[in-house]
């Protein structure tokens, strides 16, 4: 390439001072951390057992109209139909799910009586109204499990008011049941990230329980218990967005390149990439970090891949790009500095290329001109350091 595409004193010269000031702004580019789901829509998939006055993203009212059975009875088991909102699809995505319940329920003095007219047998709980809120999960070893959060609302005949109680089980091995304040409505959270779920209740601050091990959640159950009626508010489904999971390892891969350390920098990145946290981010990261260390090609190949994944807010990756194609002798990266907001237009001007066309400095070959093997050691991507 002719020098007035590309002399490499000035070159470094710039590198080296641009490379500093635009690295740390890179995360602030990128889009939210938490984005909605199920929310065009109610994101409650509700039973046929139950009836549903009302079902759309700001509300649902459930009615349990069903008895439970001789046999639940007497072993004082559930038999309760649910609402549900299905996370399955979203593998192992960090979610923030978040609602409201209501008990609309009125229990009366009566006790529990067997009523057998017209030939069936139904046993009634006219004294209780029971629910529950039910949390299914798949472990790292890959088993299927769920937690439940059970609530009762009592008219207890020797008292006034109603009561709640409530009693937490593991995998449907019921513990003691035990009293906790009453609250007409109680608020939900179920936040799933790093292998963990905290589930937490009353007003949505009060930690439950912490269960580890957690590869994923399956679903989130409201169940109402015979003759109960719910009305489920405020209904939040949030899931981290890929950026949102991939920002420790930018924020390692940051701190590498402050400290100069590229080679721990592309790790890192590579690392997210693995595991499909695939972004403009973490290829941008990774092309400069590649640059920074002379490996021009391989800068190229992530740097596209980066400019692919944005809509916009695209001009480091195509300033890195285009240093790296000059890098490289290719003087269509003058092309690729001109979308490289001030900066690659300042490096234009500066070296008297605003002018330039791309292509001019290209050889003319023939189809009997013998190609040349040549070998670099930019052709191929560097091994990473562990």
Same mark, same amino acid.
């Given at each position: ?18 490379? #500093? ?80 319940? !209501? ?8 006790? #529990? ?19 529950? @809120? ?20 009592? !008219? ?33 959270? @179920? ?74 920098? @592309? ?116 091994? #990473? !350091? !562990?």
């Amino acid at each position: 390439m002719s020098k007035l595409i590309f002399n490499s004193s000035v070159m470094m010269k710039v590198v080296t001072t641009w490379t #500093l000031l635009l690295m740390f702004p890179v995360i602030s580019l990128s889009q939210n951390v938490w984005e909605s789901f199920g929310t065009s829509s109610s994101p409650w998939s509700i039973s046929t057992d139950l009836e549903c006055a009302i079902n759309t993203p700001s509300k649902v009212d459930i009615y349990n109209m069903n008895y439970p059975s001789e046999d639940n009875v007497k072993n004082k088991t559930w038999s309760v139909c649910s609402a549900s909102i299905n996370t399955s699809n979203y593998n192992e995505s960090p979610l923030d799910i978040a609602f409201t319940i !209501k008990n609309l329920s009125s229990p009366t003095n009566n006790s #529990l009586y067997l009523n057998t007219s017209a030939g069936t047998t139904k046993w009634y709980y006219s004294n209780e109204r029971y629910w529950k @809120v039910q949390i299914n999960y798949t472990t790292t070893s890959g088993q299927s499990k769920y937690y439940d959060m059970n609530y009762s609302t009592i !008219k207890d005949s020797n008292k006034d008011s109603t009561y709640h109680s409530s009693n937490y089980s593991d995998n449907g091995n019921s513990s003691k049941w035990e009293s906790i304040t009453w609250k007409n409505n109680r608020i939900f959270r @179920v936040l799933f990230d790093d292998n963990k779920i905290n589930i937490f209740d009353q007003n949505g601050d009060n930690l439950v329980k912490t269960i580890y091990g957690v590869k994923k959640i399956n679903s989130v159950r409201v169940g109402a218990g015979p003759g109960t009626q719910l009305w489920i508010t405020n209904t939040s489904c949030q899931k981290m967005t890929i950026y949102g999971q991939s920002q420790q390892y930018l924020q390692r891969a940051e701190n590498y390149m402050a400290n100069n350390n590229p080679s721990a920098a @592309v790790s890192e990145m590579t690392t997210a990439i693995n595991k499909e946290l695939k972004c403009y981010d973490t290829y941008l990261m990774r092309g400069i970090a590649y640059y920074v260390q002379g490996y021009y090609k391989s800068a190229i190949e992530d740097l596209s891949s980066a400019i692919n994944y944005s809509a916009n807010n695209k001009e480091m990756a195509y300033y890195y790009r285009g240093m790296s194609k000059l890098a490289l002798n290719d003087d269509y990266g003058i092309s690729d500095l001109r979308n490289g907001g001030q900066n690659g237009l300042a490096f234009l001007r500066e070296n008297n290329l605003m002018n330039y066309t791309p292509g001019q400095n290209k050889k003319k070959t023939t189809t009997n001109t013998a190609k040349k093997k040549t070998t670099s050691s930019q052709s191929k991507k560097p091994e #990473l !350091k !562990k």
